[in-house]
Nanobody, 126 residues
Framework: VQLVESGGGLVLAGGSLRLSCAAS????????MGWFRQAPGKQREFVAA????????YYLDSVKGRFTISRDNAGKMVFLQMNGLKPEDTAVYYC????????????????????WGQGTQVTVSS
């Protein structure tokens, strides 16, 4: 299984970016997909998650109302629409998919995901 992120870049504060993550090797229609981020010198942080297509969504409090997670119907893509970006959103953003333990409620924890992408850099300048 491979996850490949794209869509990162440099943007001014208040701007928008849309991250994409493409999965190959299996589909995740009935499994979790999510986004995490890691800023320099900090631990990896949960951003957003989708439990399954048509399922529940979770967001980091600081991104609620600004970021939106979405998925394609084939279960191979997950997106993160990021609006109103702030300098504190600067980080490497990682796509994650699949449960380490089926049915685990750890949707907002890195340990809850089995597969990871390599990350895409998002830089927000003030």
């Amino acid at each position: 299984v491979q996850l490949v992120e794209s869509g990162g870049g440099l943007v001014l504060a208040g701007g928008s970016l849309r991250l994409s993550c493409a999965a190959s090797g299996r589909t995740f229609s009935n499994s979790r997909m999510g986004w995490f981020r890691q800023a320099p010198g900090k631990q990896r942080e949960f951003v957003a998650a989708s439990t399954r297509i048509g399922g529940s969504e979770y967001y980091l409090d600081s991104v609620k109302g600004r970021f939106t997670i979405s998925r394609d119907n084939a279960g191979k893509m997950v997106f993160l629409q990021m609006n109103g970006l702030k300098p504190e959103d600067t980080a490497v953003y990682y796509c994650a998919a699949g449960a380490v333990e089926p049915g685990s409620p750890r949707y907002t924890e890195p340990l809850g995901y089995r597969y990871w992408g390599q990350g895409t850099q998002v830089t927000v300048s003030s």
